[in-house]
């Protein structure tokens, strides 16, 4: 008869040994909330540098030009909207239409032809595919200063200035470098099986961007299509120099950012505040509308390149 195999006894757990490493979590657990606190604190910071002037410029609609004038935070004493019917009416609704037909081909144009170009430098395989790259990337960081003047004789040459067409090709060309170089990151990070299953299948080159490629990378269109309206919305340095008012009584067609200014400029010292300052709610109004419905479309957008 064998005895019973003997078990080791039990070790009892050390305590962690605190001048050697035991200080190491808390360290790093301290580490951690003051970089989330200050994380957090810039947050805020930021958000109340984004959220007073908003504050402020709604304030100002219900405002007389006295008040504003005197206090710029004291609250309106009659809370009417007689600020923005004054600014539709001095012309804050033309500049608006002004700018939505514009944009309304220029920011798809610039999405389609970004995006094909996207997909062709970032899927094929071609003698110069990184020289026609780089040329877009080049164009991302040529200053639009510096071509003000050529463009402005080009376009006068084309017969288009103070012309729609004439300011959504420029768009187009503005916009079109920056939108390449963001989706051609996209389109490279989109599943090969799935696109070499449709070419074995006998889809067209065609067929396989509009029903297999662009659906997938609808993420990253919507992000870098909501900075191209943005920027587009915004612009004001190429308004103003190919949609000045030519000699022989052309209408004038100025942008909403450029309107803005010479509403501002109307009365030299007498100023109708209010009024600018409903213009400039007027103008905020669809950017916010826009990026508020796509805001989670935008942040999936940026991380999904990240992510995969």
Not at 91 to 118: C, H
Not at 145 to 152: D, G, H, M, N, Q
Not at 166 to 173: C, F, K, R
């Amino acid at each position: 008869m064998t005895a019973p195999a003997t078990q080791p006894p039990l070790t009892e757990a050390k305590a962690p040994d605190r001048r050697s490493g035991g200080s190491g979590p808390r360290r790093d657990g301290t580490e951690g909330r003051t970089l989330n606190a200050f994380s957090h604190g810039f947050l805020v910071l930021w958000a109340v540098m984004i959220v007073l002037p908003l504050f402020w410029i709604l304030l100002g609609n219900f405002k007389t030009d006295s008040q504003i004038k005197s206090s710029a935070w004291t609250w309106p004493t009659e809370w009417t909207f007689d600020a923005f019917q004054r600014g539709w009416e001095k012309g804050v609704g033309d500049y608006l239409l002004n700018t939505l037909i514009v944009m309304v081909v220029s920011v798809p144009l610039t999405m389609l032809l970004g995006a094909m170009a996207a997909y062709v430098l970032a899927r094929y395989d071609f003698v110069g595919n990184r020289f026609v790259y780089y040329f877009f990337v080049a164009g991302s960081m040529f200053p639009v200063f510096l071509a003000l003047v050529p463009l402005y004789f080009m376009v006068d040459r084309l017969g288009m200035l103070n012309t729609y067409q004439g300011l959504i090709l420029v768009y187009v060309a503005y916009s079109l470098p920056f939108t390449v170089f963001y989706l051609h990151s996209f389109f490279r990070t989109l599943p090969t099986a799935v696109h070499e299953a449709a070419v074995i299948d006998g889809a067209s080159h065609t067929r396989v961007f509009f029903q297999i490629m662009v659906p997938m990378a609808k993420p990253g269109l919507i992000s870098v299509g909501i900075f191209n309206v943005l920027g587009q919305w915004n612009q004001y340095i190429l308004p103003l120099t190919l949609m000045q008012k030519q000699s022989g009584g052309d209408e004038d067609r100025s942008m909403l950012a450029q309107g803005l200014v010479s509403l501002m400029n109307q009365g030299n010292y007498e100023t109708d505040l209010p009024a600018l300052y409903a213009g400039m709610t007027i103008s905020m109004i669809p950017v916010l509308v826009v990026y508020l419905s796509f805001q989670r479309q935008v942040q999936s957008g940026l991380t999904a390149a990240t992510i995969k």
